[in-house]
């Protein structure tokens, strides 16, 4: 049993959510605490978390309003025609983060947040990356009417390949 809260951002538990993150992706990254932090001073922020009955996080996604000037957001629109900016870009929110931790996954705990969190979005559309090799979180995303608008995409020349996705939301 689980239930999903509003990632509250005067109150959000950084330390719990760096700790869930580092344990799901099993990378020792800090830095976490520090985007997140940052992001939920974005226009638009809008998170939510699940948590089991014990307080425990079992997932979290959020996102913002994608606006000019924003580093990510130049870094996709680099990587996209004119026209596929004016498609994804023009009213757009862009998912930052969806994970669910490996022992809950396959409950519908990922749809559930990120119906949670476009119940409350009011852009036309949304964008996202992922990586290109995350079978599980693409078939989510495709079975949530998502569409790939570019792959292969490398965010860094040392990253691995990415995909980048939209979805219109009205």
């Known amino acids: 049993m689980f239930e999903i809260?509003?990632?509250?951002?005067?109150?959000v538990n950084l330390i719990s959510l760096t700790q869930f993150y580092q344990n799901v992706w099993n990378i020792n990254d800090l830095s976490i605490a520090d985007r997140?932090?940052?992001?939920?001073?974005?226009?638009?922020?809008?998170?939510f978390i699940a948590k089991t009955s014990h307080d425990e996080i079992i997932g979290f996604v959020y996102g913002y309003i994608s606006l000019p000037?924003?580093?990510?957001?130049?870094?996709?629109?680099?990587?996209i025609s004119k026209h596929e900016t004016l498609q994804?870009?023009?009213?757009?929110?862009?998912?930052?983060e969806l994970a669910v931790h490996p022992t809950y996954r396959k409950r519908g705990i990922g749809k559930q947040l990120l119906d949670h969190l476009f119940s409350q979005?009011?852009?036309?559309?949304?964008?996202?990356t992922t990586q290109m090799k995350n079978i599980p979180a693409r078939n989510l995303y495709l079975k949530t009417n998502w569409v790939v608008v570019k792959e292969p995409f490398y965010p860094s020349k040392t990253s691995e390949p990415?995909?980048?996705?939209?979805?219109?939301?009205?």
């Open 121 to 128: 979005v009011t852009n036309q559309t949304a964008i996202l």
């Open 36 to 47: 997140i932090q940052k992001h939920t001073t974005y226009n638009g922020f809008n998170g």
């Open 69 to 79: 000037g924003q580093y990510y957001r130049e870094l996709l629109v680099k990587n």
């Open 88 to 96: 994804w870009f023009d009213n757009c929110f862009e998912l930052v």
């Open 162 to 170: 990415f995909v980048i996705m939209g979805k219109k939301l009205r």
């Open 5 to 11: 809260i509003r990632m509250d951002v005067e109150n």
